[in-house]
């Protein structure tokens, strides 16, 4: 650690000149003799007084005490609640802390009068530090430390389901999936920040422990652009693991379009940006097989999908089948999708294993129904199911999260 203690002494100095002033005065007005015996006198005593000035008075040390954790040279330091500048008899005037690549580090001062980083530093990288404070009367100090941060033995991989300059529908509910179970769950909370350009507040959400689901109390507002910065490569997920990665993403809402599956009606209701709607004639799940009810994202699109009853827990005979015009809104393998059938059934009977479906044709018809409902849907889509038999949907099923109400998010 190198400190320094400085005051200006001008005020000594003035005081010494005076003193000196006030000498030579008194030896010429001092003659009450002879003339030349004055002359004489005051002579000799300039002479002496001359080389009698007084010396500079030694600066005055600082009051301030600035302390600096960790110690400088400090090896293998924790990326998060190692690093504060704190000062005593005294308050700080500057910080300024940054890594290998000469970019300041975010801090503020806390209430304690102590400066600390805004969030986790990097790891495995050399920081240092330079801070300066004044004590009561003015006296600077300063000091200038460094230290290393550690370089994780474990780390988890970290990633998400946005895809950078996207843009996604109203429900879109960004979800944060960790390869390793995260037992620091309020310090990733803090390490990923959504940002709205509208100020919407947005909240997270942990499914089990490794996943974090974020949305907003109500749907995104069309045109609002959202930034997402994650930063988990300094934070400790569980204990001895880091987050492998830091990014930062954003994307545009786009449209509204919410569409409404009646089971019971065999009727989808679609609302595009708040104009009349639009009546669509549907078939759902039938009563083995039903509907999941709630409100659904879509989270992938496929012109054509390959469907295999082995990869669910569907009841009765298996199958396997080609499907057009895709749209997926539950991990569990529902879809709104293009059924040949559905040109027979939809609007009068429920008959498939879970879906949605649309008069489509086997190979897919871009100018069918289901064509033309793909053509206009994105990522983010909103599809609500009710009147089904079937139960609700758990909302870590997908991006079901809108199924959760806001107060138990």
């Known amino acids: 650690m190198r400190s320094t203690r400085i005051r200006t002494t001008g005020t000594a100095l003035l005081v010494g000149g005076a003193l000196l002033l006030a000498t030579a005065c008194s030896s010429a007005g001092s003659g009450g003799g002879g003339e030349k015996k004055a002359d004489a006198g005051s002579t000799s005593a300039a002479a002496s007084a001359a080389p009698s000035a007084a010396a500079p008075a030694a600066p005055k040390a600082s009051a301030a005490v600035l302390t600096v954790q960790p110690q400088d040279g400090a090896q293998n330091v924790a990326p998060s609640g190692a690093l504060k500048v704190s000062v005593s008899n005294g308050k700080l005037t500057q910080v300024t802390v940054a890594g290998p690549d000469g970019k300041a580090v975010d801090g503020a001062v806390a209430a304690d009068g102590s400066w600390v980083p805004s969030g986790g530093l990097t790891v495995g990288k050399q920081y240092r530090v330079s801070a300066r404070a004044v004590d009561a009367d003015g006296v600077a100090t300063s000091t200038s430390t460094s230290f290393s941060t550690l370089t994780p033995a474990h780390t988890a991989h970290v990633v998400d389901n946005l895809g950078d300059k996207q843009t996604y529908g109203v429900g879109m509910i960004i979800s944060v999936e960790f390869t390793q179970p995260v037992s620091n769950k309020k310090a990733v909370e803090q390490a990923i920040a959504v940002q709205a350009s509208d100020?919407?507040?947005?909240?997270?959400?942990?499914?089990?422990?490794?996943?974090?689901?974020?949305?907003?109390?109500?749907?995104?507002?069309?045109?609002?652009?959202?930034?997402?910065h994650r930063r988990t490569t300094g934070v400790e997920l569980s204990p001895g693991v880091y987050g492998d990665s830091d990014l930062d993403e954003s994307f545009t809402v786009g449209r509204s379009k919410i569409s409404t599956a009646d089971a019971a009606t065999h009727r989808m209701t679609v609302v595009k940006d708040g104009a009349a709607?639009?009546?669509?004639?549907?078939?759902?799940?039938?009563?083995?097989?039903p509907s999941w009810n709630g409100t659904m994202v879509v989270f992938e699109r496929k012109r054509m999908e390959h469907m295999d009853s082995t990869t669910t827990d569907i009841k009765g005979a298996g199958y396997t089948a080609d499907e057009p015009h895709a749209l997926k809104i539950t991990t569990t393998g529902s879809y709104v999708h293009g059924n040949p059938k559905a040109v027979t059934f939809a609007g009068h009977e429920n008959i498939s294993h879970g879906c949605i479906g649309l008069p489509d044709t086997p190979e897919g018809d871009d100018s069918s129904v289901a064509?033309?409902?793909?053509?206009?849907?994105?990522?983010?889509?909103?599809?609500?199911?009710?009147?089904?038999?079937?139960?609700?949907?758990?909302?870590?099923?997908?991006?079901?999260?809108?199924?959760?109400?806001?107060s138990a998010w």
């Not at 490794?210 to 959202?226: Q, S």
């Not at 709607?277 to 097989?289: C, E, F, K, M, S």
């Open 199 to 228: 100020d919407t507040q947005v909240k997270g959400h942990w499914f089990g422990d490794k996943r974090l689901d974020l949305r907003p109390e109500n749907y995104w507002k069309p045109g609002t652009t959202v930034t997402v």
């Open 277 to 289: 709607p639009q009546v669509i004639a549907i078939t759902a799940g039938d009563n083995l097989n």
């Open 371 to 406: 064509g033309k409902f793909y053509a206009d849907s994105m990522i983010g889509d909103v599809v609500i199911v009710k009147n089904s038999v079937g139960e609700k949907v758990h909302p870590d099923n997908g991006l079901s999260g809108w199924s959760l109400p806001w």
